[in-house]
C-alpha cells in the first residue's frame, strides 16, 4: 500500500506535479478563508462597539450626570423661588426650571436605552428595574417639594421632601446608575480583550499559513526549473507575488484593525468614560453648593461631601476647604514643570496620563484651570455666607453673569467638554478607520489569492499536459 500511494503522490512527474498544485490551491484556500472569517469578526466587533457597547456605557455616564443634574436644579429653583414667587431670582429661578425639565427628559431616554441593553444580562435588567422605579418615587417627592414652595410659608414642607428626594438619590440612584456605567464598560472591556486576542491569534494562523504557501510556490518553482530546465514560469511567479501581496494585505488588515480596536478602545474611550465621570461628579458637586445654602441644618454635611467629590475630581492629600486651593495651586504649578510629577490624583490625573491626540492636553490642562477659578468662586460662597451676606452669596452662587459662580461652572463645562470631545471624535475616526482596514483591504486580498490559485494551475497546466 505504501508503495502504492508513493507511485499515485510522488513517485512519477505529473504525480507530484498534481501534488504539489493541490497543496498550493489547498493552502491559499486555507488563507482565503480565515482572512474571510477574520473580516467578518472584526466587522461584527465593530458594529457591537459603535452599535451596543459604546452606547450603552455612555447612556449610563448620561443618566449617571443627568441625575446630578436634575437635583441640582431642584435645589436651585428652591433656593431662588423665594416665597411662593416673593423676592424671586428671576433669571437663575428660570434657567433652573428650564435645565430641570431638560435633565427629566433626559433621565427617561437614558432608562429607556439601558432597558433595552440589558436584556438577556438579569443583573442589568434588576438595577435598570430598581432606578425606574425609585426614579418614580424620587419625582414624586421632588413634585410635592416644589408644590409645598409654591405656597406662601411653604419652605420648611419643601425642605422637607427635598431632604428625602436628595437622600434616595446619593443613597440608592447614583450608585445604581454607577453600578450600570462599571457593569457596561466592563462588558466592552471583556469584548475588547477577547476581540484584540482573537486578532492575534488569526494573525499569527495567517502568518504561519502564508508563509507555508509561499514555500509551498518556491518549491514548485524550484522543481519546475530543475526538472524541465526553464529558470522562470511565468505564471508561476505572477501567482506568488499575487500571494505575497495578499498576505501582505491581510496582514495589513489584521495590525491595522487591532490597532484601530486599541485607539478606539484605551486612547479615546478609556478618556471618554473618565471625563463623563468627572462631569457628574463636577453636577453633583456643584448641587452640594445649592444644598449648602438651602438647608442649614445639613451644611456640615454638605461641604464635607464637595470636598470629597473635588477630591475625586483633584485629590490632594490631607487638603481640607481652608488649604485645598494651596495645594491645587502649588501641585498644579509642579505638574506644568513635569507632567509627570504625582503630586495630585483623581479623574482629572487619569485623564492628564492617558494624554493621545493632538489639542488633546491644552484642552485637559484649560480645563483644570477652569476648575481652580470655580473652586476659588465656592470659597467666596462660603465667606459670604459666614460674614452674614446670605442673600449676596446665593446670587453669586446662581447668577450667570460674566465673574459669576455659575458663569465659571460653564466655562468649566464647556472646557471639559472640548476635552472630552476630542476623544469622542477619535473613537468616532478609530471606529471609521477600522472598517474601512476591512472594507478596503479584505476584497483585494481575497481577489489576489484567486488570482494565485488560477495562475497556479495555469503555469502547470502545460507541464501536465506534456504526460498525456
Not at 427617561?108 to 436584556?119: M, S, Y
Not at 463636577?282 to 449648602?292: G, I, K, L
Request: proline share 2%.
Amino acid at each position: 500500500m505504501r508503495a502504492a500511494l508513493r507511485r499515485r503522490f510522488w513517485a512519477t512527474v505529473p504525480a507530484r506535479l498534481r501534488l504539489l498544485r493541490a497543496a498550493t490551491l489547498l493552502l491559499a484556500t486555507a488563507v482565503t478563508a480565515l482572512l474571510t472569517v477574520a473580516g467578518l469578526a472584526v466587522s461584527g466587533t465593530w458594529d457591537s462597539v459603535a452599535g451596543r457597547d459604546a452606547p450603552r456605557t455612555t447612556s449610563a455616564a448620561d443618566l449617571n450626570l443627568a441625575l446630578n443634574d436634575m437635583d441640582a436644579q431642584a435645589a436651585n429653583i428652591l433656593l431662588s423661588s423665594g416665597d411662593a414667587g416673593k423676592g424671586r431670582l428671576q433669571t437663575p429661578y428660570d434657567k433652573a426650571v428650564g435645565f430641570y425639565g431638560s435633565a427629566r427628559r433626559e433621565i427617561g431616554h437614558d432608562l429607556r436605552t439601558l432597558a433595552v441593553a440589558a436584556q438577556g444580562d438579569r443583573a442589568d435588567e434588576k438595577t435598570v428595574e430598581n432606578l425606574t422605579d425609585d426614579f418614580a418615587e424620587y419625582q414624586e417627592l421632588i413634585g410635592r417639594a416644589l408644590e409645598n414652595d409654591g405656597h406662601a410659608g411653604g419652605k420648611s414642607a419643601a425642605l422637607a421632601d427635598y431632604r428625602k428626594a436628595t437622600d434616595l438619590l446619593q443613597v440608592k440612584l447614583l450608585p445604581e446608575s454607577r453600578t450600570l456605567v462599571a457593569s457596561n464598560d466592563r462588558v466592552f472591556d471583556a469584548e475588547y480583550t477577547a476581540a484584540r486576542s482573537t486578532l492575534s491569534a488569526q494573525l499569527v494562523a495567517t502568518t504561519a499559513l502564508s508563509l507555508f504557501l509561499l514555500a509551498v510556490l518556491a518549491l514548485l518553482q524550484w522543481y519546475l526549473a530543475r526538472r524541465f530546465h526553464r529558470i522562470v514560469n511565468p505564471p508561476l511567479v505572477a501567482g506568488t507575488l499575487c500571494t505575497l501581496l495578499a498576505v501582505i494585505l491581510g496582514a495589513q488588515m489584521l495590525t491595522s484593525s487591532s490597532g484601530d480596536l486599541r485607539g478606539a478602545r484605551r486612547d479615546a474611550f478609556d478618556s471618554v468614560v473618565a471625563l463623563s465621570r468627572a462631569r457628574a461628579i463636577a453636577y453633583d458637586a456643584n448641587a452640594d453648593e445649592s444644598r449648602y445654602l438651602l438647608d442649614p441644618q445639613r451644611r456640615d454635611q454638605y461641604a464635607r461631601s464637595f470636598l470629597a467629590k473635588s477630591q475625586q475630581l483633584y485629590g490632594i492629600r490631607g487638603a481640607t476647604l481652608d488649604t485645598y486651593d494651596d495645594g491645587l495651586s502649588t501641585s498644579w504649578r509642579a505638574y506644568e514643570t513635569d507632567h509627570h510629577d504625582l503630586r495630585f490624583t483623581g479623574e482629572f490625573r487619569r485623564e492628564l496620563d492617558n494624554i493621545t491626540f493632538p489639542g488633546e492636553r491644552a484642552a485637559a490642562e484649560r480645563t483644570v484651570e477652569t476648575y481652580a477659578v470655580y473652586q476659588r468662586d465656592d470659597r467666596k460662597i462660603r465667606a459670604l455666607l459666614a460674614s452674614g451676606q446670605e442673600r449676596e452669596a446665593v446670587e453669586f452662587c446662581m447668577d450667570w453673569k460674566p465673574g459669576t459662580s455659575n458663569a465659571h461652572f460653564g466655562a468649566w463645562m464647556a472646557a471639559l467638554d472640548k476635552v472630552t470631545d476630542i476623544n469622542r471624535a477619535h473613537f468616532a475616526s478609530s471606529v471609521r478607520d477600522g472598517r474601512s482596514a476591512v472594507s478596503d483591504l479584505l476584497p483585494w486580498a481575497g481577489g489576489l489569492l484567486l488570482a494565485a490559485m488560477a495562475l497556479t494551475a495555469l503555469g502547470l497546466r502545460p507541464r501536465l499536459a506534456e504526460f498525456r
